[in-house]
C-alpha cells in the first residue's frame, strides 16, 4: 500500500478533519511542465494578481475556468479560490473548496509520478519559487494578501496567495530532491487549507463555531505545522472563543432574569436546560444555517434570463407523462420563479391526471432487525423467512457467475493490431465512449434481461464499480470505472433464470428487491455507483446523535443524507450535470432570487465595496429569529422588527465531507473534485431542492409477504395516522418534529420519498377548493381529478372493511347531502388553463387484493406456524401506525379515505410513459 492513494477515514460529526496518514517515500520523475500546464500556471498567476488587487470577481472566473477546463482538480485554484467566496459573502462555498484544496494536496504527496493532484502542485509551486517579482507581485509582501492586505484575517501568512515548497522540518535542512519538493509544497497548500476552512466555517456561526474549532486542533496537531503556524492558529482559535464566551455570557444573564422575573427556579433542570437549547447545546450539534438561495452562477436553474428554455425544456418532459398538463410559472416577489402545474385541456368527470412512479425512497434503518426488511426500490416492508433469504442468495450468486461467464465468452482472443499506439488511453474512458457509439452493446447484467431473454434498454448504463477493500481506509488507486468487456446477447449463456418475485441484487446482495421490475429501476436510476459501496450504511452511522431546536432531527438527517446520495448516484450513472436534468429542475427549493454579487474595483472607484465583515460572524439572532435577546426580554427592543430570512439547516459534515465521501468512493479522486458537475453551489441547490421535495412518514406504508419461492401471497396497506408535521421549510423550524417524542426516534424507522412531477401540484389555501386528489401505491403517485361535487359525494359513504377484509359501504347520515344528485351532465372537473390543487392529504391506493392488516397478520403468523419457524426479519421491532405525510408541511396522510381498484384497473393506469427516474417496462402481471 505504499504507492497508493487514500482518502482521509470516514469523517465523524465530533472530529475534526482526520489528520494525513503518515507519510510513505514518494518517487517523483522530474516534471518537464508542457504548453498547457505553463498556461495553467499564468491563468492562476492573474486570478492571484485580480485578488491581490481585490477583484474577486475576476479571480473567481479565472479559478473556475482553470478547474472547469484547463486543468480539474487542481488544488491551488481550489485553495485560493476559497479566499474569493469568502470575501463575496459566500462562507459555506468557501468551506467546500477550502476542504477539497486540503483533499487534493493530500492525495498529491501520496501519489504515484502519474497523479493529476502531484504534477499540478509540484509544476505550479516550481512556477512561484521562479517567477519574477516585478512580473508577479503576489508572491511577495504585502501584495501576496487580499486587497494588499486590506483584511486582518486575511493578511497572515497562512492566508497568502503564494504557494511554494516551505522547510517545515526542525532541521533546516535545504530541500534538493524533487519528491521532498513536492511534499513540502503538498504542506504548504495542507496547512494554508486548515487555516481557510477555519475561518469560513467561523463566518458560517452557529454550531460551526465548534466544528472550526476542531480543524483548528487538527491542523496544530500535524507533525509540519511550525510554530508560527500554531501562533497564527491559535490566535483565531482565541478570537472563535470569544464569541462563543459572549453568547454564553448573554444565556448566563437571560437565565438570571427569568428567575428573578419569571419564577423560574434556579434548580439542576433549569441549568439542563439551557446547557441542552443554548449555544452549548447548539455546538454539539454542529448545525448552523445558511441562505437558501439561488446562486448568481447558477444558469440551470429557472431565472429571468432562460425562462422560455427551462419551460420549454421541462414541458417536454411532462408531455410525455401527463400529456394535459404542462407547467407554468408562479412569481412572488423577492423570489426565485416557481413552478407549478397547470391544466392544459378540459377533464371532464373523475379522471387519472397523470401517474408517477419513483424508486428514490429511502429508509432511516435499513436492514436492520429492528424492523422489517425494505425493498430497496420502493421501501415496502418485506415479510421473508429465513429459507427465502437463503434461497434468493443462491440464485443472486449464480447470476453474478452467469454475468462474469458472459463477460469472459465475449473477451477477444487476439491482441489489438494497434496497440501499441493505444497503450497510454485510459480503458475505463474507452470503454464508455465506446458504449455511447455502438448501440446495443452495453454492458448487461441479469436483472437487465427479461424473461424472454431480450434487453430491456435500460436507461442509465454504468460499469461495475470496483469495490473499496474496506470503510475506514479507502483504496488509494482512484475507485473509478472497471472495465468490464462489452457484451452483445447474454442469454444464449445464462442458465440461471432470473426471478420474478423476491429477489437479492446480484452484484451485492445486501439489498432486496419486491419485484424484477423495483430491481430494474433501481439498475437503471442509481444502484450500479453505489453498489458494494456500503455507502447508506456510512450515512446512517455518520448522523450527528445531538438534537436540538430548530435543526434537523437524526432520522430526518439520515434520510436527506440517503436521498442526495441517490441524486448523486444517479448523475454518476447518467454522467450528467444534476442540475441539467429535468427531473431535478422539477423539484422547487423555495429558494430566493440570486444576490448581486459587487462589481470588482477599479482605480478610478474611490471607495472600495466590501461584502464581508471581518471581525463580526452570523449571531443567533439571525440564525434563529425565534429565540428572544437579552435587549427583547427587558424591552429595550422590538423582537417583531427583527428581519426574518429564509435559511436552510447546513453543516460542514452533512453539507460537505459527507457528500465528497460519497463522490469518492463512488468515482474517485477525479469525482471528488469534479468542479464541472459537483461545484460546492451545485451540490447546495441540490440538496436544498431534495429538502423542500422529500416526503417523510413512518415505515412502513405498504406491507408484502412472499412464500418459500419468493411469489407475493398477501399484501396490505397500513394506514397512517393524521398529525401536525411540523415540517415546513418556509419557517425556521425546517426540520421540526413535534409530532413524535426524542425518545420514539430511535425505535421508529422512517421513510422518505421523492416525487418531482407530483410535487409541482401546489396545495390549495383555505379559500379554495382542490381539484386533484393525490394517491400512492407501491412508489407510485396517481394524480385524479377531485371536484368540489367529487368530496360531497364521498361524504355519502365511509369506507370500511369487514372481517373478511372485504369493503362495505354505510350511508351518511346526513339527509342534504343524500338528496344531492351527483349524475347531472358532464362537466369539466378542470378547465383548461386552471392550476392543479390538491388536498393536503395523501391517500393510500388499494387493489382488491389487498388484506386488511389484521388480516394479513394473521396470515403471516399463520404461515410462520405452518414453517415451524419465525420470520428471519421483524424480530424484536416494536409495530407503530404510521405517522403524517411531512411535505413541506402541507403533506399528511388521509385517515379516513380509501380507494379501491380492481388489479386490472391498476395495472391499466400504470401504463404511461417512461421518465428519468421511472422505467418502461412491462408489469409482471401481479398487483403490486
Given at each position: 500500500?505504499?504507492?497508493?492513494?487514500?482518502?482521509?477515514?470516514?469523517?465523524?460529526?465530533?472530529?475534526?478533519?482526520?489528520?494525513?496518514?503518515?507519510?510513505?517515500?514518494?518517487?517523483?520523475?522530474?516534471?518537464?511542465?508542457?504548453?498547457?500546464?505553463?498556461?495553467?500556471?499564468?491563468?492562476?498567476a492573474?486570478?492571484?494578481?485580480?485578488?491581490?488587487?481585490?477583484?474577486?470577481?475576476?479571480?473567481?472566473?479565472?479559478?473556475?475556468?482553470v478547474?472547469?477546463?484547463?486543468?480539474?482538480?487542481?488544488?491551488?485554484?481550489?485553495?485560493?479560490?476559497?479566499?474569493?467566496?469568502?470575501?463575496?459573502?459566500?462562507?459555506?462555498?468557501?468551506?467546500?473548496?477550502?476542504?477539497?484544496?486540503?483533499?487534493?494536496?493530500?492525495w498529491?504527496?501520496?501519489?504515484?509520478?502519474?497523479?493529476?493532484?502531484a504534477?499540478?502542485?509540484?509544476?505550479?509551486?516550481?512556477?512561484?519559487?521562479?517567477?519574477?517579482?516585478?512580473?508577479h507581485?503576489?508572491?511577495?509582501?504585502p501584495?501576496?494578501?487580499?486587497?494588499?492586505?486590506?483584511?486582518?484575517?486575511?493578511?497572515?501568512?497562512?492566508?497568502?496567495?503564494?504557494?511554494?515548497?516551505?522547510?517545515?522540518?526542525?532541521?533546516?535542512?535545504?530541500?534538493?530532491?524533487?519528491?521532498?519538493?513536492?511534499?513540502?509544497?503538498?504542506?504548504?497548500?495542507?496547512?494554508?487549507?486548515?487555516?481557510?476552512?477555519?475561518?469560513?466555517?467561523w463566518?458560517?456561526?452557529?454550531?460551526?463555531?465548534?466544528?472550526?474549532?476542531?480543524?483548528?486542533?487538527?491542523?496544530q496537531?500535524?507533525?509540519?505545522?511550525?510554530?508560527?503556524?500554531?501562533?497564527?492558529?491559535?490566535?483565531?482559535?482565541?478570537?472563535?472563543?470569544?464569541d462563543?464566551?459572549?453568547?454564553?455570557?448573554?444565556?448566563?444573564?437571560?437565565?438570571?432574569?427569568?428567575?428573578?422575573?419569571?419564577?423560574?427556579?434556579?434548580?439542576?433542570?433549569?441549568?439542563?436546560?439551557?446547557?441542552?437549547?443554548?449555544?452549548?447545546?447548539?455546538?454539539?450539534?454542529?448545525?448552523?444555517?445558511?441562505?437558501r438561495e439561488?446562486?448568481?452562477?447558477?444558469?440551470?436553474?429557472?431565472?429571468?434570463?432562460?425562462?422560455?428554455?427551462?419551460?420549454?425544456?421541462?414541458?417536454?418532459?411532462?408531455?410525455?407523462?401527463a400529456?394535459?398538463?404542462?407547467?407554468?410559472?408562479?412569481?412572488?416577489?423577492?423570489?426565485?420563479?416557481?413552478?407549478?402545474?397547470?391544466?392544459?385541456?378540459?377533464?371532464?368527470?373523475?379522471?387519472?391526471?397523470?401517474?408517477?412512479?419513483?424508486?428514490?425512497?429511502?429508509?432511516?434503518?435499513?436492514?436492520?432487525?429492528?424492523?422489517?426488511?425494505?425493498?430497496?426500490?420502493?421501501?415496502?416492508?418485506?415479510?421473508?423467512?429465513g429459507?427465502?433469504?437463503?434461497?434468493?442468495?443462491?440464485?443472486?450468486?449464480?447470476?453474478?457467475?452467469?454475468?462474469?461467464?458472459?463477460?469472459?465468452m465475449?473477451?477477444?482472443?487476439?491482441?489489438?493490431?494497434?496497440?501499441?499506439?493505444?497503450?497510454?488511453?485510459?480503458?475505463?474512458?474507452?470503454?464508455?465512449?465506446?458504449?455511447?457509439?455502438?448501440?446495443?452493446?452495453?454492458?448487461?447484467?441479469?436483472?437487465?434481461?427479461?424473461?424472454?431473454?431480450?434487453?430491456?434498454?435500460?436507461?442509465?448504463?454504468l460499469p461495475?464499480?470496483?469495490?473499496?477493500s474496506?470503510?475506514?481506509?479507502?483504496?488509494?488507486?482512484?475507485?473509478?470505472?472497471?472495465?468490464?468487456?462489452?457484451?452483445?446477447?447474454?442469454?444464449?449463456?445464462?442458465?440461471?433464470?432470473?426471478?420474478?418475485?423476491f429477489?437479492?441484487?446480484?452484484a451485492?446482495?445486501?439489498?432486496?428487491?419486491?419485484?424484477?421490475?423495483?430491481?430494474?429501476?433501481?439498475?437503471?436510476?442509481?444502484?450500479?455507483?453505489?453498489?458494494?459501496?456500503?455507502?447508506?450504511?456510512?450515512?446512517?452511522?455518520?448522523?450527528?446523535?445531538?438534537?436540538?431546536?430548530?435543526?434537523?432531527?437524526?432520522?430526518?438527517?439520515?434520510?436527506?443524507?440517503?436521498?442526495?446520495?441517490?441524486?448523486?448516484?444517479?448523475?454518476?450513472?447518467?454522467?450528467?450535470?444534476?442540475?441539467?436534468?429535468?427531473?431535478?429542475?422539477?423539484?422547487?427549493?423555495?429558494?430566493?432570487?440570486?444576490?448581486?454579487?459587487?462589481?470588482?474595483w477599479?482605480?478610478?472607484?474611490?471607495?472600495?465595496?466590501?461584502?464581508?465583515?471581518?471581525?463580526?460572524?452570523?449571531?443567533?439572532?439571525?440564525?434563529?429569529?425565534?429565540?428572544?435577546?437579552?435587549?427583547?426580554?427587558?424591552?429595550?427592543?422590538?423582537?417583531?422588527a427583527?428581519?426574518?430570512?429564509?435559511?436552510?439547516?447546513?453543516?460542514f459534515?452533512?453539507?460537505v465531507?459527507?457528500?465528497?465521501?460519497?463522490?469518492f468512493?463512488?468515482?474517485?479522486?477525479?469525482?471528488?473534485?469534479?468542479?464541472?458537475?459537483?461545484?460546492?453551489?451545485?451540490l447546495?441547490?441540490?440538496?436544498?431542492?431534495?429538502?423542500?421535495?422529500?416526503?417523510?412518514?413512518?415505515f412502513p406504508?405498504?406491507?408484502?409477504?412472499?412464500?418459500?419461492?419468493?411469489?407475493?401471497?398477501?399484501?396490505?396497506?397500513?394506514?397512517?395516522?393524521?398529525?401536525?408535521?411540523?415540517?415546513?421549510?418556509?419557517?425556521?423550524?425546517?426540520?421540526?418534529?413535534?409530532?413524535?417524542?426524542?425518545?420514539?426516534?430511535?425505535?421508529?424507522?422512517?421513510?422518505?420519498?421523492?416525487?418531482?412531477?407530483?410535487?409541482?401540484?401546489?396545495?390549495?389555501?383555505?379559500?379554495?377548493?382542490?381539484?386533484?386528489?393525490?394517491?400512492?401505491r407501491?412508489?407510485?403517485?396517481?394524480?385524479?381529478?377531485?371536484?368540489?361535487?367529487?368530496?360531497?359525494?364521498?361524504?355519502?359513504?365511509?369506507?370500511?372493511?369487514?372481517?373478511?377484509?372485504q369493503?362495505?359501504?354505510?350511508?351518511?347520515?346526513?339527509?342534504?347531502?343524500?338528496?344531492?344528485?351527483?349524475?347531472?351532465?358532464?362537466?369539466?372537473?378542470?378547465?383548461?388553463?386552471?392550476?392543479?390543487?390538491?388536498?393536503?392529504?395523501?391517500?393510500?391506493?388499494?387493489?382488491?387484493?389487498?388484506?386488511?392488516?389484521?388480516?394479513?397478520?394473521?396470515?403471516?403468523?399463520?404461515?410462520?406456524?405452518?414453517?415451524?419457524?419465525?420470520?428471519l426479519?421483524?424480530?424484536?421491532?416494536k409495530r407503530?401506525?404510521?405517522?403524517?405525510?411531512?411535505?413541506?408541511?402541507?403533506?399528511?396522510?388521509?385517515?379516513?379515505?380509501t380507494?379501491?381498484?380492481?388489479?386490472?384497473?391498476?395495472?391499466?393506469?400504470?401504463?404511461?410513459?417512461?421518465?428519468?427516474?421511472?422505467?418502461n417496462?412491462?408489469?409482471?402481471?401481479?398487483?403490486?
Amino acid at each position: 500500500m505504499a504507492n497508493q492513494l487514500q482518502c482521509p477515514p470516514s469523517p465523524r460529526p465530533s472530529n475534526p478533519p482526520t489528520p494525513p496518514s503518515p507519510l510513505q517515500p514518494v518517487k517523483l520523475s522530474l516534471f518537464t511542465g508542457s504548453l498547457q500546464a505553463r498556461l495553467v500556471n499564468q491563468n492562476i498567476a492573474r486570478a492571484n494578481s485580480h485578488l491581490s488587487e481585490f477583484k474577486p470577481k475576476a479571480a473567481l472566473e479565472l479559478y473556475t475556468q482553470v478547474l472547469t477546463k484547463t486543468s480539474p482538480g487542481h488544488p491551488c485554484a481550489f485553495l485560493n479560490r476559497s479566499l474569493c467566496y469568502l470575501v463575496l459573502g459566500f462562507p459555506s462555498l468557501a468551506v467546500t473548496d477550502a476542504y477539497r484544496a486540503l483533499l487534493a494536496a493530500h492525495w498529491a504527496r501520496h501519489a504515484k509520478p502519474s497523479n493529476a493532484q502531484a504534477r499540478q502542485l509540484f509544476l505550479f509551486g516550481k512556477f512561484t519559487e521562479n517567477a519574477d517579482e516585478l512580473e508577479h507581485a503576489w508572491i511577495v509582501e504585502p501584495s501576496c494578501y487580499v486587497g494588499v492586505g486590506l483584511f486582518s484575517w486575511l493578511s497572515k501568512d497562512l492566508a497568502s496567495l503564494a504557494v511554494g515548497p516551505k522547510n517545515r522540518s526542525k532541521k533546516k535542512k535545504p530541500i534538493t530532491s524533487l519528491g521532498k519538493t513536492l511534499v513540502s509544497i503538498a504542506h504548504d497548500v495542507m496547512i494554508k487549507a486548515y487555516y481557510r476552512l477555519a475561518l469560513a466555517l467561523w463566518k458560517c456561526g452557529g454550531g460551526a463555531l465548534k466544528s472550526a474549532l476542531d480543524v483548528l486542533n487538527d491542523a496544530q496537531s500535524l507533525r509540519f505545522c511550525t510554530l508560527e503556524d500554531i501562533e497564527q492558529l491559535k490566535e483565531l482559535g482565541n478570537r472563535i472563543l470569544r464569541d462563543i464566551e459572549n453568547v454564553i455570557k448573554e444565556e448566563d444573564l437571560i437565565r438570571q432574569f427569568c428567575v428573578m422575573t419569571q419564577g423560574m427556579k434556579e434548580d439542576k433542570d433549569t441549568l439542563n436546560f439551557f446547557e441542552e437549547y443554548g449555544i452549548r447545546g447548539l455546538l454539539k450539534t454542529r448545525f448552523t444555517k445558511i441562505k437558501r438561495e439561488l446562486y448568481p452562477w447558477d444558469t440551470y436553474s429557472l431565472t429571468g434570463e432562460n425562462l422560455h428554455q427551462v419551460l420549454a425544456e421541462l414541458n417536454e418532459m411532462v408531455n410525455k407523462q401527463a400529456p394535459g398538463c404542462r407547467i407554468g410559472v408562479v412569481r412572488e416577489a423577492g423570489k426565485s420563479a416557481q413552478l407549478s402545474l397547470y391544466a392544459k385541456e378540459h377533464f371532464l368527470g373523475p379522471a387519472t391526471v397523470f401517474s408517477e412512479t419513483s424508486c428514490f425512497h429511502v429508509t432511516s434503518l435499513g436492514w436492520d432487525f429492528r424492523q422489517k426488511l425494505p425493498c430497496d426500490a420502493c421501501a415496502a416492508s418485506l415479510d421473508v423467512s429465513g429459507s427465502l433469504c437463503v434461497h434468493a442468495n443462491k440464485v443472486a450468486k449464480e447470476l453474478a457467475k452467469d454475468e462474469e461467464d458472459a463477460d469472459l465468452m465475449n473477451q477477444s482472443a487476439e491482441p489489438s493490431q494497434d496497440s501499441n499506439a493505444t497503450q497510454f488511453f485510459d480503458v475505463a474512458e474507452y470503454i464508455r465512449n465506446s458504449a455511447k457509439i455502438k448501440e446495443g452493446n452495453d454492458c448487461l447484467s441479469d436483472s437487465d434481461v427479461n424473461e424472454n431473454g431480450a434487453d430491456n434498454k435500460l436507461q442509465y448504463k454504468l460499469p461495475q464499480e470496483a469495490t473499496p477493500s474496506s470503510f475506514q481506509k479507502l483504496p488509494l488507486t482512484p475507485p473509478g470505472l472497471s472495465s468490464p468487456l462489452l457484451s452483445t446477447d447474454i442469454s444464449s449463456s445464462q442458465e440461471t433464470e432470473t426471478p420474478e418475485g423476491f429477489q437479492l441484487c446480484p452484484a451485492c446482495r445486501r439489498v432486496a428487491f419486491c419485484s424484477a421490475r423495483c430491481h430494474s429501476s433501481a439498475v437503471s436510476a442509481y444502484h450500479i455507483p453505489s453498489c458494494s459501496t456500503g455507502l447508506e450504511d456510512y450515512l446512517r452511522t455518520q448522523t450527528a446523535s445531538e438534537a436540538w431546536e430548530d435543526i434537523p432531527k437524526p432520522h430526518t438527517q439520515r434520510l436527506l443524507n440517503l436521498l442526495f446520495l441517490r441524486v448523486l448516484a444517479n448523475a454518476r450513472a447518467n454522467n450528467a450535470h444534476p442540475l441539467e436534468q429535468s427531473w431535478i429542475r422539477c423539484l422547487d427549493g423555495r429558494l430566493d432570487a440570486a444576490r448581486d454579487v459587487n462589481p470588482d474595483w477599479e482605480e478610478e472607484h474611490n471607495e472600495v465595496a466590501v461584502l464581508w465583515d471581518e471581525e463580526r460572524t452570523v449571531g443567533l439572532e439571525e440564525l434563529f429569529p425565534d429565540r428572544e435577546s437579552l435587549e427583547e426580554l427587558v424591552g429595550e427592543a422590538d423582537a417583531t422588527a427583527r428581519p426574518r430570512q429564509n435559511l436552510i439547516a447546513w453543516s460542514f459534515d452533512a453539507n460537505v465531507r459527507q457528500p465528497l465521501h460519497c463522490l469518492f468512493t463512488m468515482g474517485g479522486p477525479e469525482l471528488a473534485l469534479d468542479v464541472r458537475r459537483f461545484d460546492g453551489w451545485v451540490l447546495e441547490t441540490v440538496r436544498a431542492k431534495v429538502a423542500a421535495g422529500m416526503r417523510v412518514s413512518r415505515f412502513p406504508r405498504f406491507e408484502k409477504a412472499f412464500d418459500d419461492k419468493g411469489e407475493l401471497v398477501a399484501q396490505a396497506c397500513v394506514k397512517q395516522v393524521q398529525r401536525d408535521s411540523g415540517f415546513d421549510v418556509r419557517s425556521a423550524g425546517a426540520y421540526g418534529d413535534s409530532a413524535v417524542d426524542k425518545t420514539e426516534d430511535d425505535e421508529v424507522a422512517w421513510i422518505a420519498s421523492l416525487h418531482p412531477l407530483a410535487s409541482l401540484v401546489r396545495v390549495a389555501e383555505d379559500d379554495e377548493y382542490p381539484n386533484v386528489k393525490l394517491w400512492e401505491r407501491d412508489g407510485t403517485i396517481l394524480c385524479k381529478t377531485h371536484s368540489h361535487f367529487d368530496a360531497l359525494a364521498e361524504e355519502q359513504k365511509t369506507t370500511a372493511r369487514d372481517g373478511n377484509g372485504q369493503f362495505e359501504t354505510e350511508p351518511s347520515s346526513d339527509s342534504d347531502i343524500e338528496m344531492l344528485d351527483f349524475s347531472f351532465g358532464t362537466m369539466p372537473s378542470i378547465k383548461a388553463g386552471e392550476p392543479l390543487l390538491r388536498a393536503k392529504e395523501v391517500s393510500l391506493l388499494h387493489v382488491d387484493s389487498d388484506l386488511a392488516v389484521d388480516v394479513y397478520r394473521t396470515v403471516v403468523e399463520e404461515a410462520e406456524r405452518r414453517r415451524g419457524q419465525t420470520l428471519l426479519f421483524g424480530t424484536g421491532w416494536k409495530r407503530t401506525n404510521g405517522d403524517s405525510m411531512l411535505d413541506a408541511a402541507d403533506t399528511e396522510w388521509d385517515e379516513e379515505e380509501t380507494e379501491t381498484l380492481k388489479d386490472e384497473e391498476f395495472l391499466a393506469e400504470n401504463e404511461w410513459g417512461s421518465s428519468e427516474m421511472e422505467m418502461n417496462t412491462e408489469s409482471d402481471g401481479r398487483a403490486e
